[in-house]
């Protein structure tokens, strides 16, 4: 039971850093601010693939590495995703986006967003 309860708290705090996340970078991206937008699409992309892990094994990764490794080890078509849209959000630290490039990020979470679901 206690195994349940904190995966449901983790849960719980994951969907939340989601949403903000996602909600901040929608109004980054209506804002035209496409750096902001394409770093919080990616965070919420990261969250997503969190959530994802928790669902199917159980546990969080704690890093960017270990997702990748996990992500890609297990669950191609998500690492697929990912594996494209890291380098806009290493981009974003040091150039200028685009609105095509956010947009991308923000298709990519309705991807995965299916993914999860299923």
């Known amino acids: 039971m206690l195994y349940h309860t904190s995966c449901c708290l ?6 939340g850093n989601f949403e903000e996340y996602f909600q901040l970078g929608l109004r980054a991206f209506n804002e035209q601010k496409y750096n902001s937008a394409t770093t919080l699409f990616f965070k919420a992309i990261a969250t997503l693939c969190d959530l994802f892990l928790l669902k199917k094994s159980g ?3 704690s890093s960017h590495s270990d ?3 996990t992500i890609e080890e297990n ?3 998500i ?3 990912i ?8 981009d974003s630290y040091t150039k200028k986006m685009d609105k ?3 947009e991308l990020l923000k298709d990519d979470i309705g991807k995965i967003k299916e993914m999860l679901e299923k």
Do not use: N
């Open 75 to 77: 669950y191609p078509a």
């Open 10 to 15: 983790v849960q719980q705090k994951l969907i």
């Open 100 to 102: 095509e490039s956010a």
């Open 83 to 90: 594996d494209r849209d890291f380098p806009f959000y290493q």
């Open 59 to 61: 546990r969080v990764p």
């Open 79 to 81: 690492y697929k995703i």
């Open 67 to 69: 997702r990748f490794r």
